[in-house]
C-alpha cells in the first residue's frame, strides 16, 4: 500500500478511536450570556457617540477637588497577562522557562498578584510586587482566584476526585485559613471557553461569596459553620465590598449599605447588565462597562450617592473594540480592556487588545494597544 | 447577539464540536491539548460569530482557526518538545486489526513540525486540495507542495528505519 493511503487510513482510525469529549454547552450558554450584554453595551455606545467628560467629579471624591490632569494614568503600571506570561510594570514573568504555561486568571492581593494557570495544570501562584520568584499557593483549581486587595487574602476552587473545595489563603501570612466542601461542579473546559471564569463574586472583611446551586452563598472562615445561602442569585447579586452590596433588581441597580441605606443612581435607572462591573475595595465606588445608562460611556458611581463620573475614554484616542474586562487598580484608577476583530480576516482571527488606565478623578484615560493576538489578554478581577 | 444568533451558535458548537476536536487530536496527539485549542477556535467564533454565521462554511472557519492556533502554539512552545499519542486514555476499545498499525503511522506524523504536520492532516483526513490547504494556511501553493513533499520523505524515511530496526529486532 503506497504511503498516501495508509496516511489516509491511518488517520481515520485515529480519528474514529478517539472518543470527543461532551460539548460544554453550560459553559457556552454562560459566555453568550456575557457577551450578550457587551454587545448592548457597544451597540448603545456607538448610538451615544463619543461625547461626555468628567461631570459631577467633586460629587464623587466629596469636597475636595483636584485640577484636572491632561492626561490619565499611566498604562504601563497596569498588570496584565498576554495569556501565557505576566506583565507586571514592565517585568515579562513565566511560570517556566521553556514552556509557555497558560495563564487564566488574575487577582490582586496586597503586595501582589495571584493567577492560576489552565485548569489541567490547575495551580495558584504568587507573584510580589517586589518581584522575585513565583511561590506556588495550591493545585488543583478549576476558576480564577479572587483576591481581597486590602489583605492578602486569595479564595480559589479546588476539585479533586469528584470533590469540590473553596479554599481561602492568606498569602502574608503563607497559611491556608479555611476550606469547604461545596457543590460547585466546574469542568476545565469551562474555564476555557471562558476564561477567567469563577464562581467566587469576592473577598473581603472576613466572607467569600460564591454561587453555588443558582444561588450566592457566604462562606466565614473564621467560624465553626460552613457556608451559607444567602438567598440572593448570582443575578441579582452583582457584587459585594466592605459590606456594600451592588444589586440588581426589577432592572435597577442599586446600593446597599450596611447600614441597610439603599442608593439607586439616577442614570442607572433602567440598569440591566450584571458583568464588566466592580466594586473598589472600600466599597465606596462602582466600575461599570455599562455606558448605555451612563452616557455611553464607561462610569464610576458613588455608591453612597449615586453620583456617576463618566470615564472618557475618548481621550486616550481611539480605542477600537467592546470592553472586555473593567477593573479596580487602587481607589483612583480603573483599568479598561478593550477586544477587537473587526480587522480580521478568514486566515488571520487575531483579536487586538487595547489597555486602557482610567483616573476616576480627572476623568481621564490613557491607552496602550498591545502587540501580537490579545484574545488571551486578561487583566485581574476581583 | 440576539436569541435566535445565541441558538445558532450553540447549535452550530455542538454540531461541530465532535469533529472540530477530532482535527485538533490528529494535529497534536494529545487529548487535553485538543480541548483546549479546540475551544480556543470555537471561541473565536462565538467573539465573530456576526461574520462568521454568514459564511458559507462556518465549520471551515473554525478549522482554520483551529490549524493556525495549533502551528502557532506549537512554534510557542519548546522546540524539543515531541508530543505522542495519548490514544489509551481515550480511545474506545474494539477489534481493528489495522489500529496498531496506524497509530505507529500516526505517532511518526507527530513528529513531524507543525506545519508539515497541519498539511498531513489537512490533506489526507480533511480531504483538502493543495489550493485549498494554501487558502487554510494562508501559504503560497508553492510552499503547500514542498511542505507535503518533505513530509512525505521524512515520514518515508522514519518508516523505513523502523521496519529496518524491526528486522534487526526479529532475527
Known amino acids: 500500500m503506497d504511503l498516501d493511503q495508509r496516511l489516509r487510513d491511518a488517520a481515520r482510525d485515529v480519528a474514529e478511536y478517539v472518543v470527543a469529549p461532551a460539548p460544554a454547552t453550560e459553559a457556552v450558554q454562560r459566555r453568550v450570556r456575557r457577551a450578550r450584554n457587551v454587545r448592548l453595551l457597544a451597540a448603545a455606545a456607538a448610538v451615544a457617540g463619543c461625547v461626555g467628560v468628567a461631570v459631577g467629579i467633586g460629587q464623587l471624591v466629596g469636597p475636595e477637588q483636584r485640577t484636572p490632569q491632561p492626561a490619565g494614568p499611566d498604562v504601563v503600571d497596569l498588570v496584565w497577562s498576554d495569556g501565557t506570561a505576566l506583565h507586571v510594570r514592565g517585568d515579562v514573568v513565566h511560570v517556566e522557562r521553556e514552556l509557555d504555561v497558560p495563564i487564566f486568571g488574575l487577582t490582586r492581593v496586597r503586595g501582589g498578584v495571584v493567577f492560576s494557570t489552565d485548569p489541567h495544570r490547575g495551580q495558584v501562584y504568587f507573584r510580589p510586587d517586589t518581584g522575585g520568584d513565583l511561590v506556588r499557593l495550591g493545585r488543583h483549581t478549576q476558576a480564577a482566584p479572587v483576591g481581597d486587595p486590602d489583605s492578602g487574602i486569595v479564595a480559589w476552587f479546588e476539585a479533586r476526585q469528584g470533590q469540590g473545595s473553596l479554599v481561602v489563603y492568606d498569602v502574608s501570612a503563607g497559611e491556608e485559613l479555611g476550606r469547604a466542601d461545596v457543590d460547585v461542579a466546574l469542568r476545565p473546559e469551562d474555564n476555557i471557553i471562558f476564561f477567567g471564569y469563577t464562581p467566587v463574586l469576592s473577598v473581603s472583611e472576613g466572607e467569600v461569596y460564591f454561587a453555588q446551586n443558582k444561588e450566592v452563598w457566604v462562606y466565614r472562615w473564621a467560624s465553626d459553620a460552613g457556608p451559607e445561602s444567602t438567598g440572593a442569585t448570582p443575578a441579582r447579586l452583582v457584587d459585594v465590598a466592605n459590606g456594600v452590596r451592588a444589586e440588581r433588581s426589577k432592572g435597577k441597580l442599586t446600593f446597599v449599605r450596611p447600614d441597610g441605606s439603599v442608593v439607586t443612581p439616577a442614570e442607572a435607572g433602567s440598569y440591566e447588565g450584571v458583568m464588566r462591573s466592580e466594586l473598589n475595595a472600600t466599597g465606596s465606588l462602582f466600575a461599570t462597562a455599562r455606558g448605555q445608562v451612563f452616557s455611553g460611556h464607561p462610569a464610576v458611581v458613588n455608591t453612597a450617592t449615586g453620583a456617576s463620573v463618566a470615564l472618557d475614554v475618548s481621550s486616550a484616542g481611539d480605542v477600537p473594540g467592546d470592553v472586555w474586562q473593567v477593573s479596580w487598580v487602587d481607589d483612583a484608577t480603573v483599568a479598561l480592556l478593550y477586544l477587537d476583530n473587526r480587522d480580521a480576516t478568514d486566515t488571520d482571527v487575531s483579536f487586538t487588545a487595547t489597555l486602557v488606565a482610567c483616573d476616576v478623578v480627572t476623568g481621564a484615560c490613557s491607552a496602550q494597544t498591545l502587540p501580537g493576538d490579545g484574545f488571551l489578554v486578561t487583566i485581574p478581577g476581583n | ?171
Request: no cysteine; hydrophobic share 40%; net charge neutral.
Open chain 2, 1 to 171: 447577539m440576539r436569541e435566535r444568533d445565541q441558538q445558532d451558535f450553540e447549535d452550530f458548537f455542538v454540531a461541530n464540536w465532535g469533529a472540530i476536536f477530532r482535527t485538533a487530536y490528529l494535529l497534536t496527539g494529545d487529548h487535553h491539548l485538543s480541548q483546549d485549542l479546540s475551544q480556543i477556535a470555537f471561541s473565536k467564533a462565538y467573539r465573530a460569530w456576526d461574520r462568521v454565521r454568514g459564511m458559507d462554511h462556518p465549520r471551515a472557519y473554525v478549522r482554520k482557526t483551529l490549524v493556525n492556533e495549533t502551528v502557532s502554539w506549537r512554534r510557542r512552545r519548546s522546540s524539543g518538545e515531541v508530543p505522542t499519542l495519548d490514544l489509551p486514555a481515550v480511545h474506545t476499545p474494539g477489534p481493528d486489526a489495522s489500529l496498531p498499525g496506524s497509530l505507529a503511522l500516526w505517532a511518526a506524523v507527530l513528529h513531524l513540525p507543525p506545519r508539515q504536520r497541519a498539511v498531513i492532516v489537512l490533506r489526507y483526513y480533511e480531504d483538502l486540495s493543495e489550493s485549498e490547504i494554501a487558502d487554510e494556511l494562508g501559504i503560497a501553493l508553492g510552499t503547500v507542495k514542498s511542505t507535503a513533499s518533505a513530509a512525505r520523505a521524512a515520514l518515508a524515511t522514519r518508516l523505513n528505519t523502523d521496519n529496518e530496526v524491526s528486522s534487526r529486532g526479529g532475527a
